[in-house]
């Protein structure tokens, strides 16, 4: 079946520094979407790409999905003490079920 | 907004008992999923339903159930709960338009089998 790998599992990081997260995918998919979950929360729809080389961005948050939809990876810029928390990716296959990502935990340090 | 509720956000049951979790979405979505949350393992799917009284098994159904009766609400049932079924539990929903599949989570159930 689809296996959606994602690394690193845990981040720490100084207020200010930037931070990455991948996402890899066995097969092909038709979308990717990603998801923030806070401390003691639910996760929560950040957005979807859909097409092959896609970028968007949300403020310092930027989104990229590979020019073979099979990885993708979330940027920050500067992180600060609101973006802690674990940023699953999760791959749409065509249907409605998603495969999640085994998430990375992001703690920001003052 | 979206609203997924889930019927308890704590359960404490003791190995061997049936355990029924429930999920309400407010949305008229026809999808809804049952996943468990370990640490890292990340969200695995349990069951999804993709209309009412249809099922489907996700990645690990081994020793749960679910029933759709109505649209809007989706149960998952441990039969005979055991310490391994320790873990969160969260319930999702989506529309069936592939365009926008995002899924809306509930606050999840955190569930404890001693």
């Known amino acids: 079946g689809q296996q959606v790998m994602q690394i690193p599992q845990y981040q720490h990081v100084q207020e200010g520094e930037d931070f990455t997260t991948y996402c890899n995918s066995s097969?092909?998919?038709?979308?990717i979407q990603w998801y923030k979950q806070r401390p003691g929360g639910h996760p929560v729809f950040l957005i979807q790409?859909?097409?092959?080389?896609e970028v968007k961005k949300q403020k310092r948050l930027t989104f990229q999905f590979g020019e073979a939809k099979k990885n993708s990876s979330l940027h920050i810029t500067a992180t600060q003490t609101t973006d802690v928390g674990t940023y699953f990716c999760a791959g749409s296959g065509g249907g409605n079920k998603l495969t999640f990502g085994t998430g990375t935990q992001l703690k920001v340090e003052l | 907004d979206v609203k997924v509720t889930q019927s308890s956000r704590y359960l404490v049951k003791r190995t061997g008992e049936k355990v029924f979790l429930e999920c309400v979405q407010d949305m008229d979505h026809e999808n809804m999923f049952w996943y468990r949350q370990d640490p890292g393992l990340g969200l695995r799917l349990i069951y999804f339903?993709?209309?009412?009284?249809?099922?489907e098994k996700g990645d690990i159904p081994e020793g749960y159930s679910v029933s759709r009766e109505k649209k809007e609400r989706f149960s998952l049932i441990l039969e005979s709960a055991s310490t391994n079924q320790t873990s969160m539990y969260l319930c999702?929903?989506?529309?069936?338009?592939?365009?926008?599949?995002?899924?809306?989570f509930g606050p999840g159930t955190r569930l404890t089998v001693l």
């Open positions: 999702a929903s989506s529309p069936s338009d592939p365009r926008t599949d995002t899924q809306y």
């Open positions: 790409l859909v097409k092959s080389g």
């Open positions: 097969t092909t998919l038709s979308n």
């Open positions: 339903s993709y209309d009412v009284k249809m099922k």
